[in-house]
């Protein structure tokens, strides 16, 4: 739950006053116009920023994992698949990042479920952009983590991989965990149970088209 939360950008208002609660056990898209405070919004729900005022709360000790957009992984990296997805299993390993038996079954289960199982070995510099996503997406799934944070996941890839993302955000609501989606895309926001719009750093206020709250297969 926010409550009354600023943040600014060098000066800038980026989040101004945002009060809203987020559905556990349930997937959330936040949409809205570009610059209207979404990755903002998102990047303080990761606690990755920290807000001028305002409060923040979740429940204790709830572990969360945040999937990037692929456009900011470097063409040139090297790690393959399997390696990228692996890198999600680093903190249940512990600082000497030795992979038990579950560790590995949870990696290969991630890396099936979004459909790489064929490319498990290739470099990710070697994989198109919808490929390269959808490696992202099962390393953030290895976490395991309780709150699942996505940035625009589905923005310029083929329908086929908008379809994946859409079914792994349902079976992570499945699995128990809260999903909070950035999307503007139709398809994830068809798998969301609740929309929250953005315009100019505010909430806009709820309405029978811009705020749908449902019961999953409702």
């Known amino acids: 739950m926010l409550t009354d939360v600023w943040f ?3 000066g800038v208002e980026a989040l101004r006053g945002i009060s809203l609660s987020i ?5 959330t898209a936040i949409a809205g116009p570009n610059g209207s405070g979404k990755s903002t919004l998102l990047a303080v729900l990761a606690g990755l920023l920290d807000p001028r005022s305002g409060s923040m709360s979740s429940p204790a000790q709830a572990r969360r994992a945040l999937v990037v957009q692929r456009s900011e992984i470097s063409d040139r990296m090297l790690l ?10 680093w903190s249940a390993a512990g600082p000497m990042r030795r992979l038990r038996a579950d560790d590995r079954r949870i990696i290969d289960d991630c890396i099936e479920v979004v459909g790489l199982g064929g490319h498990r070995n ?3 510099s070697a994989l198109s952009g919808g ?3 959808r490696a992202l997406l099962a390393q953030g799934l290895a976490q395991r983590a309780d709150v699942v944070l996505l940035d625009e996941p589905t923005t310029g890839l083929d329908a086929t991989t908008r379809t994946v993302v859409a079914d792994v955000l349902l079976t992570e609501r499945a699995r128990g965990a809260t999903v909070v989606c950035v999307s503007h895309d139709d398809v994830v926001l068809a798998a969301a149970d609740q929309t929250i719009r953005l315009d100019a750093g505010r909430v806009v206020p709820a309405g029978p088209d811009l705020l749908r709250t449902h019961q999953p297969g409702a």
């Open 8 to 10: 600014d950008h060098d």
């Open 23 to 27: 559905q556990p056990a349930a997937v």
């Open 80 to 89: 393959t698949v399997r390696e990228v997805v692996t890198m999600g299993r």
């Open 122 to 124: 290739r470099p990710l």
């Open 131 to 133: 490929q390269r996503q």
